[in-house]
């Protein structure tokens, strides 16, 4: 079983928006678990990007603050991270992660072109 589906990746030209989305299999008890997202850029280590806490409280990377907002809806099982003002150095492949079970999605691909 599919524990974490990410959606929402894809081509976009710098200064524009995509949001992803993280889908958590309803045998997951997400509504009480952090969830992190993160991202990998070819030839880079794995970083963390933003998390969220069960109560709704976030942080992020210096390098995102004031352009992505992490946000979730328990009620789908569902984590948000809404990009804007995209620069070519966001192309990465993102990831969700539940924190509490180390679980990791597949990836979605994000490029961002000059």
């Known amino acids: 079983q599919v524990q974490l589906v990410e959606s929402g990746g894809g081509l976009v030209q710098a200064g524009g928006s995509l949001r992803l989305s993280c889908v958590a299999s309803?045998?997951?008890?997400?509504?009480?678990?952090?969830v992190g997202w993160y991202r990998q850029a070819p030839g880079k280590q794995r970083e963390l990007v933003a998390t969220?806490?069960?109560?709704?409280?976030?942080n992020y990377a210096d390098s995102v603050k004031g352009r992505f907002t992490i946000s979730r809806d328990n009620a789908n099982n569902t984590v948000y991270l809404q990009m804007n003002s995209l620069k070519p150095e966001d192309t990465a492949v993102y990831y969700c992660?539940?924190?509490?079970?180390?679980?990791w999605g597949q990836g979605t691909q994000v490029t961002v072109s000059l």
């Open positions: 969220i806490t069960s109560g709704g409280t976030t």
């Open positions: 309803r045998s997951i008890f997400f509504r009480f678990n952090t």
């Open positions: 992660r539940d924190i509490r079970n180390s679980i």
